[in-house]
């Protein structure tokens, strides 16, 4: 059995958009992970949730516990479901933010390549003998909403993040064979509610992906 590891934000978490006061979660079999579980079979594959909402690459909040910075605790993550046969990196969305200063595509890109050397540092990999496989998943483009707070957060965020699947291929471009990468843009959208968030349509639409995906990087049918 190959065990996955998704390690993400809010929308590897499974938020609902628009919940911001309640933070309500769509169930196992909404969320992408747990249908693309049942996508890949339950025997030959085993996906494990790692989302957290608010995780941003390499980032601290002010005035948030610590524990959201993407690069912080992946060591020991890693570890705790090692032997792991691919870790799927999708983070970014965060770091557009406001409170960062308005980071670009390059500070998200950078961020990534810190995730990407932490992961290739370990043995948690097949056998516990190498390190894991990485996917990278260019995150799709943030939505227009009506929902004020989210346009004040993340204001002018997709002209800021213009060349990021670009700068992310040319960066996975530059390690060997067992980093991969996709850009989610062109197949999903997010929700019109938030501009953030995976409805369940986005939420099965990227499990078909990272199933197609998934099947391809280890040469399945």
Same mark, same amino acid.
């Given at each position: 059995m190959r065990s996955i590891l998704c390690y993400g934000d809010s929308n590897t978490w499974g938020f609902v958009p628009g919940t911001f006061g309640t933070r309500e979660r769509f169930d196992r079999n909404t969320r992408w992970t747990g249908r693309l579980q049942q996508l890949l079979g339950l025997t030959d594959f085993y996906v494990i949730e790692e989302g957290l909402n608010g995780r941003t690459t390499n980032l601290d909040y002010?005035?948030?516990?610590?524990?959201?910075?993407?690069?912080?605790?992946?060591?020991?993550?890693?570890?705790?479901?090692? *032997?792991?046969? #691919?870790?799927?990196? /999708?983070?970014? +969305?965060? !770091?557009?933010?406001?409170?960062?200063?308005?980071?670009?595509?390059?500070?998200?890109?950078?961020?990534?390549?810190?995730?990407?050397?932490?992961?290739?540092?370990?043995?948690?990999?097949?056998?516990?003998?190498?390190? *894991?496989?990485? #996917?990278?998943?260019? /995150?799709?483009? +943030?939505? !227009?909403?009506?929902c004020d707070s989210v346009l004040e957060m993340f204001a002018h965020a997709n002209e800021r993040i213009e060349n990021l699947a670009t700068e992310l291929k040319t960066l996975v471009d530059q390690y060997d064979d067992d980093v991969f990468f996709v850009d989610a843009s062109p197949h999903i959208q997010l929700s019109p509610v938030d501009g953030i968030h995976f409805d369940k349509r986005a939420h099965e639409q990227f499990a078909l992906l990272m199933n197609d995906t998934i099947r391809k990087i280890f040469n399945l049918a």
């Open positions: 002010g005035d948030k516990p610590d524990g959201r910075r993407g690069t912080e605790f992946l060591s020991p993550i890693l570890y705790t479901h090692s *032997p792991l046969d #691919l870790v799927i990196v /999708m983070l970014g +969305v965060n !770091d557009l933010k406001k409170e960062f200063n308005h980071r670009t595509s390059q500070h998200i890109t950078q961020g990534i390549k810190e995730i990407i050397d932490i992961i290739r540092s370990t043995n948690f990999g097949p056998k516990m003998q190498k390190p *894991p496989p990485i #996917l990278i998943v260019s /995150m799709p483009k +943030v939505v !227009d909403t009506d």
